[in-house]
């Protein structure tokens, strides 16, 4: 359940995704394999359960499994064995209209697989209920080669045995690429959101500890060293000292500057903390500790597109030696 936020904090929409890209292994490998050429494969443990998905080691005992080359094929049809309702998938899930989370325990298996079941609605899934594999049209070597599951109308057949597999393919598949995404709903708070207000008419604020005194940007509502509430707002910047800085060589994916830039800690006038900005208006060799800078905005922008010299003297070194 989604928290409502505190009063008079902002929400904005945030999305965090990344490629991931791992290896297989033997065991999971062959699985894979297997679903592109629309076989579905277990293993067979030394008691004789079979495991469908195939694990890597026996659940029971923790003993290796990929080595003893104990694959079993079992049957693309199977029994519901338990279920939810899923009224809203979300995107990336298996079918984009309503359908049922189902474990399925297949014919010849002894697990069961988590997978969606395309069913009319709730009314129609059962525990207990036959049904069978949907193949995708084209598959790749992943769990997605099962499009889903479907009611299965003909009359329940003898269960199968699983049957002996030499679990080998030509070109066997030996890495997934699962692309990672999570959306939230990111609130930042009652400090940030004030902070973030400001930043919005072009103005830099930080907050002081009634403790330490010390102005903390950007304010997280407590100071991290004393534990205690900071509430007194104060105006920071818009110039400051570069207190230290890195050169970036490499371009990161969709971002619009070149390389090489200067990405520097910044020490706003009236601050105890640096924060992060990109340095510009100078020579990327010539940026330097000590360096005197100012926020620059571009219209429309909330946080300064960057930070340019002033022109002043650089700062010396005992003025933001403490703040390194
Ligand atoms: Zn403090």
Known sequence: MQADPAPGSLTAPLTLSFPFTRSLGPVLGTFLTGLRERVVLGIRTPAGRVLVPPTEYDPATGAGLGETGAFVE????GTVTTWAWNPAPRPGQPLA??????LVRLDGADTALLHALDAPGP??????QRVRIRWAAERTGAITDIACFIPDPAPAAPP???APHPGTFPDPVTTLT???RLDYTHTPGRAQSRHLTALAR???TGERCPACAKVLVPPRGACPTCGVATTDVVPVGPRGTVTTFCIVNI???????DVPYVYAHI???GADLPLHGRIDGIPHDQVRMGLRVEAVWTPGTRHPAHYRPTGEPDAPYTAYEEHL
């Open 74 to 77: 079992v049957a693309p049809t």
């Open 123 to 128: 009314h129609a899934v059962r525990t207990g």
């Open 160 to 162: 199968r045995p699983a």
């Open 267 to 269: 020490l706003l006038d």
């Open 202 to 204: 072009h103005e830099l």
């Open 251 to 257: 371009k990161a994916k969709d971002l619009a500057i």
């Open 97 to 102: 209209h309503p359908f049922a989370w189902v």
């Open 178 to 180: 699962a692309p990672a």
